[in-house]
Each structure stands twice: as C-alpha cells, then as structure tokens.
C-alpha cells in the first residue's frame, strides 16, 4: 500500500487566496462632499448675515432679552405649559382607560371627547372658555333638572388666565388619551394576564406593571405634545393674557421694533424647548433600564 503525498500549492494558488496582500480602495463619494460644501457656505453665509446686517438690531435684542416685562411673560408661559400638561395628561389617562374598558358607554363616551376635541380649533376653544359667562350666567349644584343648593357667578369663577389653563388641559387630554392608549397597546397582554394570575389588584397591576413599560412608548410622542404646547401658549395672546408673544407684540407695537422683539422671542422658546428636550434624555433614559444592554 502506497501513501501518495499532496503536492505544495503552488506559488499562483496561494497568490489568489491572499487576499491580504490585496490593495483596498476606498468609495468615492464626490456628489456627498458637494452636497457638505454647498451646506456649509450656505450657513456660513446666513451666519454672517446674522452678524453683519444691521436690520437685526442685536443691540435691542440685547436689551429685552432679560428686561424684567419679558421674564415675568416667560413665567407666565411656563406656568401655563405646566398646568395644561398636568390637567391634560391627568384627564388624558382616565380617558385612555374609558377607551380600553370593556363598556360600550364609556368608549363611545371617551371617542365622543377625543373626537370633538380634536375637530375643533384650539383658538375656538378658547374662546369659547372665555365667552362662558355669555352663555351661562352662573353654575349651579343641586338636584339633576331639579332645584339647585348653591350656585357660582361665572363671571368671576372663570378668569382669563382659567380659561386659558382650562381650554389648553381639554385641547391637551384629547391628544394625551391617544397617546397613553397607543403606550398601554404596545405591552404584551401576557403581562396583564400573568399579574391577574397572581391576584394582583387591577389598579396596582396598570401602575405598577403596564404603565412603567408603557412608559418607553408614551414618552417620545408625549414630549411631543408638550413641547408643541409650549410653543402653542402663544394662541392665549387672543385674551390679552401676558404671555410671551402678547408682551412682545405689546412691545413692538409701542417702539415699532418688530424684528429684535420676535428675535427675543424666539430665542427664549428655543432656549426652554431645548432644556426641555434635555430633560427628556434624561426620563426617557430611566424609563428605558433594563430594555436595552
């Protein structure tokens, strides 16, 4: 018995299986690095002319900026992106649960609100808040249809600052609803089932359990909205409240200053819808441990 050995691979065999020995030659991209060419000059022309012309008025931007007119209207911004985020969202849950019970009333109900809501302007609403003592000189509790125990003058019961939170909270649980029944929709039902299983409350189980997970799929779309309701408060000029923009168009209707006082303007709600994307990160990161490794 004869053992035939294997021939060496010759030299043009291994020069073909070298692939080391191979020269790479990087994808040309020139069509990118116009496109990054044409973009720059393009902002860096708008950066000079940010810097070089004089219809900016920088020097009366400067002066407002922080003038104490506009930082009490900031506030007032603020406070009413809080309560209208606060009352939305908290009445936005509620109609979140009426649209996933297992009534027919309160669904029809829930869609009937989110329905309307969604289908009138905000500035109609609005209004109409403002305009309630018009059609309803007082409020009264007592007996449905029936006499009444004690009643309120809607004329000093509902402000303009109250009817502005109130029509921001309607108009915000509206979006808020959908928004928490889109994030209770994407927990696996097996979760509800396994905590039922184990004799959990049905209130402890949606706080404890749905809600949290729920929580990485509200939170994008709920920056969202509030966001969108910050910038939004600047509809309540219509009421004479002393927001942000009402200030500044009382401003520039005074000293006929229009471009540095909208510059102000914007430059503050650039300003705080930037922390607020901050403070997103950072909720979005806590909600998100444990989901990603």
Same mark, same amino acid.
């Given at each position: 018995m004869s053992v035939t050995e294997r021939e060496p691979a010759s030299d043009t065999a291994l020069a073909k299986n070298d692939f080391g020995a191979l020269k790479v030659v990087p994808v040309r991209h020139p069509w990118r690095w116009a496109a990054v060419v044409a973009t720059a000059v393009l902002v860096a022309q708008f950066v000079h002319g940010l810097a070089t012309n004089s219809g900016w008025e920088w020097e009366v931007f400067a002066e407002f900026f922080t003038a104490d007119v506009i930082l009490k209207a900031v506030w007032v911004t603020l406070q009413l992106t809080f309560y209208g985020t606060a009352l939305g969202f908290a009445l936005g849950i509620v109609i %979140? $649960? #009426?649209?996933?019970? %297992?009534? !027919? *009333?309160?669904? %029809? /109900? +829930? *869609? =009937?609100? @989110?329905?309307? $809501?969604?289908? @009138? !302007?905000? @500035? /109609?609403?609005?209004? $109409?808040?403002?305009?309630? +003592?018009?059609?309803?000189?007082?409020?009264?509790?007592? @007996? !449905? *249809?029936? !006499?009444?125990?004690?009643?309120?003058?809607?004329?000093?019961? /509902?402000? =303009? #600052?109250? +009817? %502005?939170v109130l029509g921001l909270a309607l108009h915000q649980a509206a979006y808020a609803a959908e928004i928490v029944r889109a994030g209770v929709l994407s927990v696996d039902g097996g979760q509800s089932e396994a905590a039922a299983a184990l004799g959990i409350p049905r209130l402890r189980q949606i706080r404890r359990i749905i809600l949290p997970q729920a929580m990485r799929s509200i939170l994008p779309n709920a920056a969202n909205e509030i966001i969108s309701l910050f910038k939004g408060t600047s509809i309540v000029s219509v009421m004479a409240i002393g927001e942000l923009f009402y200030q500044v168009q009382v401003i520039y209707g005074r000293n006929g200053r229009v471009v540095p006082l909208l510059m102000v303007a914007t430059a503050w709600y650039v300003l705080l819808t930037s922390a607020l994307s901050v403070l997103q990160h950072y909720v979005e990161r806590h909600f998100s441990k444990g989901a990603s490794r």
């Amino acid at each position: 018995m004869s053992v035939t050995e294997r021939e060496p691979a010759s030299d043009t065999a291994l020069a073909k299986n070298d692939f080391g020995a191979l020269k790479v030659v990087p994808v040309r991209h020139p069509w990118r690095w116009a496109a990054v060419v044409a973009t720059a000059v393009l902002v860096a022309q708008f950066v000079h002319g940010l810097a070089t012309n004089s219809g900016w008025e920088w020097e009366v931007f400067a002066e407002f900026f922080t003038a104490d007119v506009i930082l009490k209207a900031v506030w007032v911004t603020l406070q009413l992106t809080f309560y209208g985020t606060a009352l939305g969202f908290a009445l936005g849950i509620v109609i %979140a $649960f #009426m649209r996933l019970s %297992a009534s !027919p *009333f309160l669904k %029809a /109900v +829930a *869609f =009937a609100y @989110i329905w309307a $809501f969604r289908s @009138i !302007p905000l @500035i /109609v609403q609005l209004l $109409f808040w403002f305009n309630l +003592a018009y059609l309803y000189k007082e409020l009264q509790f007592g @007996i !449905p *249809f029936g !006499p009444g125990f004690f009643s309120f003058d809607t004329m000093g019961l /509902v402000g =303009a #600052m109250s +009817a %502005a939170v109130l029509g921001l909270a309607l108009h915000q649980a509206a979006y808020a609803a959908e928004i928490v029944r889109a994030g209770v929709l994407s927990v696996d039902g097996g979760q509800s089932e396994a905590a039922a299983a184990l004799g959990i409350p049905r209130l402890r189980q949606i706080r404890r359990i749905i809600l949290p997970q729920a929580m990485r799929s509200i939170l994008p779309n709920a920056a969202n909205e509030i966001i969108s309701l910050f910038k939004g408060t600047s509809i309540v000029s219509v009421m004479a409240i002393g927001e942000l923009f009402y200030q500044v168009q009382v401003i520039y209707g005074r000293n006929g200053r229009v471009v540095p006082l909208l510059m102000v303007a914007t430059a503050w709600y650039v300003l705080l819808t930037s922390a607020l994307s901050v403070l997103q990160h950072y909720v979005e990161r806590h909600f998100s441990k444990g989901a990603s490794r």
